[in-house]
């Protein structure tokens, strides 16, 4: 997984979301579009609410999921971090809670 203090939200790739055997169905439509590292427009395909566990944590976590090719498994953004009282400490690649 990624923690981004720079992302506003917490991404999933669509080849993560079928690897854990969710179907399409399940996700809750949206129209937001989503904007990269690069900068290029990606369109989500849905939101979807599961549990993560993070350490002895487990939290419900909303995920937008995006047909992208990334290098992580899921991406957590500022909204996950501030939720689970979370400092990213990007010099050692971790977080402190």
């Not at 169905?25 to 979807?48: C, P």
């Amino acid at each position: 997984m990624l923690v981004d203090g720079g992302a506003g939200v917490n991404v999933m790739p669509f080849s993560v979301f079928t690897k854990l055997g969710r179907k399409e169905s399940e996700l809750m439509r949206t129209s937001m579009g989503l904007s990269g590292f690069t900068g290029d427009l990606s369109e989500a395909k849905g939101v979807i609410v599961m549990e993560l566990t993070v350490g002895s944590k487990t939290v419900p976590t909303a995920f937008f999921v995006v047909d992208v090719k990334g290098r992580y498994n899921i991406l957590l953004g500022r909204d996950w971090i501030h939720a689970n009282c979370c400092i990213p400490y990007t010099l050692h690649q971790c977080v402190i809670q």
